[in-house]
T-cell receptor, first 110, second 116 residues
Framework: GQSLEQPSEVTAVEGAIVQINCTYQ??????LSWYQQHDGGAPTFLSY??LDGLEETGRFSSFLSRSDSYGYLLLQELQMKDSASYFC???????????WGAGTKLIIKP | GAVVSQHPSWVICKSGTSVKIECRSL??????MFWYRQFPKQSLMLMAT?????????EQGVEKDKFLINHASLTLSTLTVTSAHPEDSSFYIC????????????FGPGTRLTVT
């Protein structure tokens, strides 16, 4: 079967840094994506890692270690608007189907 | 760029009726479209994958006769929930790929279906 594990909830303070981890066990692997979803809204793409290492996009960074089947999303200089659910998702094959983690609810306190 | 629209944004229907949800890629040609279902505070569950001009591929446990998917053009896919029942009430989201990024999926705003 396919499985992705990520924490169900993380709490952080405005202005701080938070890391959301994701471990996966899947039958195939093309890459690891991260999506953000605000309550009642649709997911929006944040990042994609196909190779090992760190990808940085503004305040957000994403890391992948294929040998460890592990990745993380790093959010810096947290803002209240970053309060949302964050999903990791594995691209399984060339059809680019995504297998989703259960999501991590990020709660930011002032 | 890479905008996906979904219509309607919400719908209430009576048990036994059918509901059609449209998903359109507005500024790119979608080689593949995906349909998801999401329950409150849960993850997205992939229902089916559709490529333009071919039959959709349904995930295990998804009834293809109940959830009819048509991908008639490179910019339009439809999901029809036939003979809807209250347990079909959910948030249905479509996504599309085919923009400038090969791996990124662009999501529609979702359709909230309530079956009474």
């Amino acid at each position: 079967g396919q499985s992705l594990e990520q924490p169900s909830e993380v709490t952080a303070v405005e202005g701080a840094i938070v890391q959301i981890n994701c471990t996966y066990q899947t039958s195939g692997f093309y890459g690891l994506s991260w999506y953000q979803q605000h309550d009642g809204g649709a997911p929006t793409f944040l990042s994609y890692n196909a190779l090992d290492g760190l990808e940085e996009t503004g305040r957000f960074s994403s890391f992948l270690s294929r040998s460890d089947s592990y990745g993380y999303l790093l959010l810096q200089e947290l803002q209240m608007k970053d309060s949302a659910s964050y999903f990791c998702a594995v691209t399984l094959d060339s059809n680019y189907q995504l297998i989703w983690g259960a999501g991590t609810k990020l709660i930011i306190k002032p | 760029g890479a905008v996906v629209s979904q219509h309607p944004s919400w719908v209430i229907c009576k048990s036994g009726t059918s509901v059609k949800i449209e998903c359109r890629s507005l500024d790119f040609q979608a080689t593949t479209m995906f349909w998801y279902r999401q329950f409150p505070k849960q993850s997205l569950m992939l229902m089916a994958t559709s490529n333009e001009g071919s039959k959709a591929t349904y995930e295990q446990g998804v009834e293809k006769d109940k959830f009819l998917i048509n991908h008639a053009s490179l910019t339009l896919s439809t999901l029809t929930v036939t003979s809807a029942h209250p347990e079909d009430s959910s948030f249905y989201i479509c996504s599309a790929r085919g923009g400038s990024s090969a791996y990124e999926q662009y999501f529609g705003p979702g359709t909230r279906l309530t079956v009474t």
